[in-house]
């Protein structure tokens, strides 16, 4: 397993209810090192750049509308294996459906308002940090 890093948000409805330092907590408590984090509100086209992804969704406009409802952080996380470890401890994207202690089963409502984002791949963890810490916000992986 190498030392790899992973993109979170901890979205809306979760900062709205003030658990984003208990979210940071559980995420420390999990083995992750929290290399960046800043609160930031979306713009529409922020959200929509980030999502991009899921534009010819159903669920698209809920979730962008939902992304820019209020402030969120945007924050960069360091671990071994850290994408699958995260997407673990995060939990299934259906609160209802998510097992016992994972982030989303703890603070998310429902399936649109589901407390967290995470990176799905290595690939994406470097690109959706990127996009939020450009520059040298965040420390270039070593070697
Ligand atoms: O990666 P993850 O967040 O678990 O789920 P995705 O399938 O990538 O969907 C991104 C985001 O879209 C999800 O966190 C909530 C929202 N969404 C929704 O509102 N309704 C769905 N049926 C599926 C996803
Ligand atoms: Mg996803």
Do not use: Q, W
Request: net charge neutral.
């Amino acid at each position: 397993m190498a030392l790899e890093r992973t993109f979170c948000i901890i979205k809306p409805d979760a900062v709205e209810k003030k658990k984003a330092g208990a979210i940071l907590a559980f995420l420390e408590e999990a083995g992750f090192s929290i290399l960046a984090a800043k609160r930031t509100h979306l713009t529409r086209a922020v959200a929509e750049g980030f999502y991009a992804v899921h534009s010819a969704r159903p669920f698209f406009g809920e979730l962008v509308e939902f992304m820019t409802r209020s402030p969120v952080f945007v924050v960069a996380l360091e671990r071994e294996d850290a994408v699958a470890h995260y997407r673990k401890v995060m939990g299934a994207t259906d609160p209802a459906k998510a097992e016992a202690n994972t982030i989303r089963k703890l603070y998310g409502g429902s399936v649109g308002e589901n407390a967290v984002h995470g990176s799905d791949s290595l690939d994406n963890a470097k690109i959706e940090i990127a996009y939020f810490f450009p520059g040298n916000e965040v420390a270039p992986v070593a070697g």
